[in-house]
């Protein structure tokens, strides 16, 4: 069984900062990418930033560029969100997600294989 638990949302004001932890826990698995996907309510879950293992890379969505940043470690499975510059349109609840196949469309949501529970981020005005 393998599990991925997110941790660090909260309530914030506009213009403040959060960081986000995700790490997986339970079986081994060899994971090829990891992103951040959210969802506000009554909208579809949309990807945010995304990281490649193999190559390093990393994708973002034009509504985080320049305010957020992934980073993490692939031998312990784990990705950060450092959310900065925080807008009430990023209250969401946010989603780590990793993937296990070699092919893959890295802002896929229906790439991914493995998901976490959720964290709750909520930014006032």
């Known amino acids: 069984q393998v599990q991925l638990v997110e941790s660090g949302g909260g309530l914030v004001q506009a213009g403040g900062s959060l960081r986000l932890s995700c790490a997986a826990s339970?079986?081994?698995?060899?994971?090829?990418?990891m992103a951040w996907f959210r969802q506000a309510p009554g909208k579809e879950r949309e990807f945010v930033t995304a990281i490649s293992w193999r190559t390093g890379d990393t994708y973002y969505a034009d509504s985080v560029k320049g305010r957020f940043t992934i980073s993490g470690d692939n031998a312990k499975i784990t990705v950060y969100l450092q959310m900065n510059s925080l807008k009430p349109e990023d209250t969401a609840v946010y989603y780590c997600?990793?993937?296990?196949?070699?092919?893959?469309?890295?802002?896929?949501?229906?790439?991914?294989?493995?998901w976490g529970q959720g964290t709750q981020v909520t930014v006032s005005s």
């Open positions: 997600a990793a993937v296990v196949k070699r092919t893959y469309s890295i802002s896929q949501k229906g790439s991914y294989d493995y």
């Open positions: 339970g079986r081994t698995f060899t994971s090829y990418a």
